[in-house]
Antibody, heavy 120, light 106 residues
Framework: EVQLLESGGGLLQPGGSLRLSCVGSGFTFSSYALSWVRQAPGKGLEWVSGFSAADGNIYYGGSVKGRVTISRDNSKNTLYLQLSGLRAEDTAVYYC?????????????WGQGTLVTVSS | DIQLTQSPSSLSASVGDRVTITCRASQSIATYLTWYQHKPGKAPKLLIYAASSLQSGVPSRFSGSGSGTDFTLTISNLQPEDFATYYCQQTSDVPLTFGLGTRVEI
């Protein structure tokens, strides 16, 4: 069974930084593209960053570009997200999501999410 | 960035109804369009990929159509468990983008 488990959320100070982790199991972690998607309270889904299934490159969403780093450690089956210069508008549930082996078919599995609250 | 406009933003329906949600892209995305169902406190669930292909395990009352810039998600014979928010997503180009969602409520 495919599982994605996020961790690292919590209450953080404005201007601070976060590091989220997502551990995958039930699939060959290194073979799949993965992304981070967030949902702010009362808002829709927003793609933050991800590894492309098509070309293996890393891409970032506009609202976090310059403040975010995505990385993965395939030996630990873990995806990471680092976000600096935290703002109130970064408050959201952060999900990691897996793409199927064929690019361009969305995200077929998601974690349950980890809540990040940015507040003083 | 490719913008996705979903309509309506919300709708009221009854069990057994047929519901149609539309998603319009700001430029052609061929059939790189995915639909998700999202319930509060749960992970989003992939329903339809490549505009019209039903994800494994998803009931056949869900269907998708369209290509280019105009897409629809149809739920026939609405069931109690279908009350949720539905999002479209384009996977044609980065940044990947989502529509703002359509809340389906009683």
């Amino acid at each position: 069974e495919v599982q994605l488990l996020e961790s690292g959320g919590g209450l953080l100070q404005p201007g601070g930084s976060l590091r989220l982790s997502c551990v995958g199991s039930g699939f060959t972690f290194s073979s799949y593209a993965l992304s981070w998607v967030r949902q702010a309270p009362g808002k829709g889904l927003e793609w933050v960053s991800g590894f492309s299934a098509a070309d293996g490159n890393i891409y970032y969403g506009g609202s976090v570009k310059g403040r975010v780093t995505i990385s993965r450690d395939n030996s630990k089956n873990t995806l990471y997200l680092q976000l600096s210069g935290l703002r109130a508008e970064d408050t959201a549930v952060y999900y990691c999501a897996k793409e199927p082996i064929t690019p361009g078919r969305g995200f077929d599995f998601w974690g349950q999410g980890t809540l990040v609250t940015v507040s003083s | 960035d490719i913008q996705l406009t979903q309509s309506p933003s919300s709708l009221s329906a009854s069990v057994g109804d047929r519901v149609t949600i539309t998603c319009r892209a700001s430029q052609s995305i061929a059939t790189y369009l995915t639909w998700y169902q999202h319930k509060p406190g749960k992970a989003p669930k992939l329903l339809i990929y490549a505009a019209s292909s039903l994800q494994s395990g998803v009931p056949s009352r869900f269907s998708g159509s369209g290509s280019g810039t105009d897409f629809t998600l149809t739920i026939s014979n609405l069931q109690p468990e279908d009350f949720a928010t539905y999002y479209c997503q384009q996977t044609s180009d980065v940044p990947l983008t989502f529509g703002l969602g359509t809340r389906v409520e009683i």
